[in-house]
T-cell receptor, first 114, second 116 residues
Framework: AQSVTQLGSHVSVSEGALVLLRCNYS??????LFWYVQYPNQGLQLLLK??????LVKGINGFEAEFKKSETSFHLTKPSAHMSDAAEYFC????????????FGTGTRLLVSP | GAVVSQHPSRVICKSGTSVKIECRSL??????MFWYRQFPKKSLMLMAT?????????EQGVEKDKFLINHASLTLSTLTVTSAHPEDSSFYIC????????????FGEGSRLTVL
C-alpha cells in the first residue's frame, strides 16, 4: 500500500520569500511522485513529477522538488513566492506500473501575503 | 499537454433526482479514466477506475448503484449520481490516462454538485 503525508495544512509566506511544502511518502515499491496545484473550484494541474533518473526535478512556475529516497521525502520548493502561487498543493504517489491509482496527500494551502 | 474537459462545471439539483457528469478527453484517446471525489478542505478520494468497453472498478466503500460509471467510447466517461441526496454534494474530478504522454494523468476542471 502507498500513502502520502503532507505536513501542515496551511503554509503562510510573504511575497518574495522561500516556499517549502513538505511531502513524505510510503511505498513498498519504487514510487512515482507528483505535485499538483489546484486553484479554487478548478481541477488539478501538474507542477512536476519524479519517475526515474535525476532526483531534482524542475516544474512549471519556478517550482522544483527533490526525491530523497533515504528520507522518503519529496518536498516542493520555490525560491521566491509570488501572489499568484496562492493555491492548494497536493503531493501524490503511484507505483511504477503505469501511473495507476494516484494516492493523494491531504493537501497544503499556500497563503502568500504582500 | 492533453486536455480533459468536464461538463457541467456546476450543477444544482433537487434531492431524489439523478445527475450525469461527463468527462471527455478532447485531443487523445483514453482507455482508462478515473473518477475522484473531493470533500471541502479534504484530499481527493478515488471513487472508481473507468475502463472503455468494460465495467468500472470501484474502490472499497463506494456504492456502485449510487455512482454509475459508463465509459462507452475512448473519449467519454460519464458519472451518474442516482437518487442524489444532500450528502452527495461534492466536487467531482475526473482524470484520463494519456498514452502518448507516457501514461501521464490529465485532470478535468471538476464538477461541483449541490443537492438541495
Amino acid at each position: 500500500a502507498q500513502s502520502v503525508t503532507q505536513l501542515g495544512s496551511h503554509v503562510s509566506v510573504s511575497e518574495g520569500a522561500l516556499v517549502l511544502l513538505r511531502c513524505n511518502y510510503s511505498s513498498s515499491v519504487p514510487p512515482y511522485l507528483f505535485w499538483y496545484v489546484q486553484y479554487p473550484n478548478q481541477g488539478l494541474q501538474l507542477l512536476l513529477k519524479y519517475t526515474t533518473g535525476a532526483t531534482l526535478v524542475k516544474g512549471i512556475n519556478g517550482f522544483e522538488a527533490e526525491f530523497k529516497k533515504s528520507e522518503t521525502s519529496f518536498h516542493l520548493t520555490k525560491p521566491s513566492a509570488h501572489m499568484s502561487d496562492a493555491a492548494e498543493y497536493f503531493c501524490a504517489v503511484t507505483s511504477n506500473t503505469g501511473f495507476q491509482k494516484l494516492v493523494f496527500g491531504t493537501g497544503t494551502r499556500l497563503l502568500v501575503s504582500p | 499537454g492533453a486536455v480533459v474537459s468536464q461538463h457541467p462545471s456546476r450543477v444544482i439539483c433537487k434531492s431524489g433526482t439523478s445527475v450525469k457528469i461527463e468527462c471527455r478527453s478532447l485531443d487523445f484517446q483514453a482507455t482508462t479514466m478515473f473518477w475522484y471525489r473531493q470533500f471541502p478542505k479534504k484530499s481527493l478520494m478515488l471513487m472508481a477506475t473507468s475502463n472503455e468497453g468494460s465495467k468500472a472498478t470501484y474502490e472499497q466503500g463506494v456504492e456502485k448503484d449510487k455512482f454509475l460509471i459508463n465509459h462507452a467510447s475512448l473519449t467519454l466517461s460519464t458519472l451518474t449520481v442516482t437518487s442524489a441526496h444532500p450528502e452527495d454534494s461534492s466536487f467531482y474530478i475526473c482524470s484520463a490516462k494519456a498514452g502518448r504522454f507516457a501514461g501521464e494523468l490529465f485532470f478535468g476542471e471538476g464538477s461541483r454538485l449541490t443537492v438541495l
